[in-house]
């Protein structure tokens, strides 16, 4: 991904994050609390089998779907 479509795709997700942050549930494995961000960064890397920051710039829109998908349905 170009240097320009990683920064859209941070602010979407530092975004998405604060929006998603009191709505993501409780988990024993983060007792100080779930970090929105590293929930969104994880869940682009398991759904597209790499980082944010190395997928190409075909599936940008793709990768801002998802975001939107995350922020409807928060985990």
């Known amino acids: 991904m170009n240097e320009l479509n990683k920064k859209r795709v941070w602010k979407k997700i530092q975004l998405t994050g604060e929006k998603i942050q009191p709505l993501l549930k409780p988990s024993h494995y983060h007792p100080n ?13 398991e759904k597209f089998g790499k980082s944010y920051k190395d997928i ?3 599936k940008l829109n793709e990768v801002f779907i998802h975001i939107e998908y995350l ?5």
Request: glycine share 4%; hydrophobic share 35%.
């Open 56 to 58: 190409s710039d075909d």
């Open 33 to 45: 609390g779930r970090n929105a961000y590293a929930h969104i960064a994880l869940s682009i890397k």
């Open 71 to 75: 922020l409807e349905n928060p985990n």
